[in-house]
């Protein structure tokens, strides 16, 4: 929400900018990523090297992103929509066909990775993988070890169990709260198509979370960094690179909170981050060049070190610090990536559906 | 009246033009902006760049626009529970909010409107003095307050009336909503309170006082009757904007806080259906401008 009210603000700052900025002939770049997703230093670096300034603003859910690149004249020349988001917006017309020309660094892209994102941007032709990731468990060691004993920690049974969950009430549980992601999760865990659209396979995949609500503490996507790293919460579903920041956090403040992050042995959802260009952008030359200087090996990795995310970019692999590209909560092992699911982008009707499942679960209303 | 030419707007096209600019300001500011959301609230979603459809695509289309408008939207809402209840929790709230805001503010209004008149200005002061902070770090701040590690606790703990392992379990709850809500909208329940008591004739109470009438009777017979516009003004100005609230149950109400603000998100952002947050947003207008019109015509005919 404060990432919210502060992109709404920024975004008004940032048009009226863009109306000074063009009669100033000043090369400016809008941005509008993830929040903690960048090391703000390649954006000074990107500006040192190109002269081109950038304007960058965060969010913290899809969902915003998408109504504002779906209200138009949104003012931003680069965005991240995650893939089933991306693929939607596509249809809707949101975006332009990147001048691969102009990005000669796409010849560092991993092809297995723009393999899978090919599913949803056909041909990579509006897209180019920034990170990618999964959504798995992140908790603190030791509450969750007090809590639950020995119980092993590498399958979704630790939380959706609700004897499990009601034992880890006390310490605090979060849900993420990305129900197109929960959903996928809780279907594949019940042995239903993580990927089904059917109202059935997603009452009984919303049933593993409204078996366990009592447990649950929260439901957010964006604060549950701080509440894992200060304690606040000793376990919860969340993106792999999230958890990564809050063990990083916790340890920077020394507070004794030991966080770690588990991909269930289930098989959890797969997700890609992808750079694009809406149609509407005004500094179309200057948002090619941003993705192309991203596109760099050592600058993406740098963004990987950073935010502890895996990206899409082959070449950038032996940059990337050696606890990263060695943690398999970040870079799974083949064996582990098999497991991992993608879905398709949900229709109007059935994203109703699914969301209205996900309002009673939350508010049993 | 001594000049009855300035009763009659148009023999006076100065007059005349001073009584536009508020109708122009609500046309422009209130009916215009209604009507758009209203158009919207009869269109169907679509997967398209603005996501829905019929757009208005000018004069001459006009016909097949309006055949294809229909209200399935406003159908959909009773068909589905959840708006009822949002609608009915949303007024539960406003209202216990203002019962409380009344409890707190009347007290406050009175003591600044009986204060001496040095330090007046002061007392206003205080009030106002909040707002010189943004909104939205007041509301953060309740957070660091109520949370169950917070400043509270703390208190709580070094005071003595908890123990080291207690800890208040406010935050996330339907009660945080309540404190945020109180705290936020005092300003607006004190200050018209405070004008109406400010005005008030103090011989009253005094003539009260010498024909021997307890000073409570007084309150009660005088005081309160003759504060009543006030508030009704501050009622109101608390009432409506708290039935719409999202900030305030979004950060420090629980997952289960229903709202109608709130499922408006949901529908907008999540769902992307503009046209049935369209849809919900007029039922909210409706639901609080009608009793208002009823009220308002009613205090025309008691004047």
């Known amino acids: 929400m404060k990432a919210h009210l502060l992109s709404i603000a920024a975004a008004l700052a940032a048009t009226a900018f863009s109306v000074s900025g063009v009669s100033a002939q000043e090369r400016t770049v809008h941005v ?20 081109i300034k950038v304007v960058y603003d965060v969010f913290d859910s899809n969902d915003i992103l998408e109504t504002k690149l779906l209200a138009g004249g949104s003012g931003y020349d680069v965005v991240v929509p995650t893939a089933p988001f991306l693929a939607r917006q596509i249809q809707a017309g949101v975006f332009q066909k990147l001048d691969k020309s102009k990005i000669p660094n796409l010849s560092n892209l991993w092809p297995e990775i723009s393999a899978r994102l090919a599913k949803y941007d056909p041909g990579n032709e509006y897209a180019v993988n920034y990170m990618w990731g999964t959504t798995g468990i992140g908790y603190n060691v030791d509450k969750v070890k007090k809590a639950l004993g020995d119980t092993p920690l590498d399958s979704w049974d630790v939380l959706f169990k609700p004897e499990n969950a009601a034992k880890l009430k006390s310490c605090g549980v979060n849900i993420l709260d990305a129900s197109d992601e929960t959903f996928a999760i809780g279907m594949n865990y019940v042995g239903k198509d993580p990927d089904s659209k059917e109202t059935k396979d997603l009452e009984a995949g919303g049933k593993v979370y409204s078996d366990i609500r009592s447990s649950a503490k929260t439901f957010n996507s964006s604060s549950y960094i701080d509440d894992l790293a200060n304690g606040d919460i000793c376990i919860t579903i969340g993106w792999s690179g999230d958890i990564l920041q809050a063990k ?42 941003f993705i192309n200087y991203l ?48 879905i398709s982008p949900y229709g109007p009707k059935e994203q109703r559906v699914l969301n209205r499942l996900w309002t009673q679960i939350k508010t049993g209303k | 009246m001594a000049d009855t030419t300035a009763d009659n707007p148009h023999a006076n096209p100065a007059r005349w033009l001073v009584v536009a600019v508020p109708y122009l300001w609500l046309l422009l500011f209130f009916v215009a902006p209604f009507l758009i959301i209203f158009k919207i609230s009869l269109s169907d979603t679509a997967i398209a760049m603005p996501p829905y459809t019929p757009v208005f695509g000018g004069w001459a289309a006009i016909s097949d626009f309006v055949s294809e408008l229909d209200i399935e939207n406003y159908l959909f809402l009773t068909e589905d529970p959840l708006y009822f209840q949002a609608y009915m929790s949303s007024l539960r709230i406003a209202a216990i909010s203002t019962f409380l805001l009344l409890l707190i503010g009347y007290p406050m209004a009175l003591a600044m409107a009986r204060a001496p008149n040095s330090i007046r200005p002061i007392l206003l002061m205080l009030v106002i003095l909040p707002f010189w902070t943004s909104f939205l770090i007041r509301v953060y701040a309740w957070i660091g307050i109520l949370k169950p590690d917070g400043l509270l606790t703390l208190a709580l703990q070094t005071i003595g009336l908890m123990g080291p392992d ?50 409570w009777k007084a309150f009660w017979k005088i005081t309160f009757p003759l504060s009543l516009p006030g508030v009704i003004a501050g009622s109101m100005i608390c009432f409506i904007p708290i039935t719409g609230e999202f900030v305030i149950p979004d950060l420090l109400g ?24 369209s849809a919900v947003a007029v039922v909210l207008l409706l639901m609080l401008v009608v009793p208002i019109a009823i009220f308002q015509n009613q205090q025309k005919k008691v004047a």
Request: proline content about 5%; glycine content about 4%; overall charge negative.
């Open chain 1, 295 to 342: 596109m760099k090996p050592e600058v993406i990795a740098k963004a990987s070190n950073y935010v502890q995310y895996a990206n899409g970019n082959l070449a950038s692999q032996k940059f990337i610090d050696k606890e990263v590209l060695e943690n398999p909560a970040v870079y799974p092992t083949e064996e582990v990536t098999k497991k991992l699911f993608t």
């Open chain 2, 254 to 277: 629980g997952a289960d806080t229903l709202m109608i603000g709130k499922t408006l998100w949901t529908e907008f952002f999540s769902n992307r259906d503009w046209p049935l947050a």
């Open chain 1, 248 to 289: 990083t956090r916790a340890e920077e403040a020394k507070n004794g909170v030991n966080i770690e992050f588990s991909i269930p042995k289930e098989g959890t959802y797969m997700w890609f981050d992808n750079l694009a260009i809406p149609a509407d952008a005004k500094n179309v030359a200057e948002a090619h060049e």
């Open chain 2, 166 to 215: 207690e800890q208040v379990e406010i935050f996330r709850t339907d009660t945080a909503v309540f404190i945020g809500i109180v705290y936020s909208y005092l300003p607006f329940m004190v200050l018209p309170l405070y004008a109406a008591l400010e005005k008030m004739d103090n011989t009253l109470l005094e003539a009260a006082n010498d024909l021997g009438c307890p000073p």
């Open chain 1, 32 to 51: 509008y990523n993830w929040s903690d997703y960048i090391d703000e230093s390649i954006l000074q670096d990107f500006t040192k090297e190109t002269g």
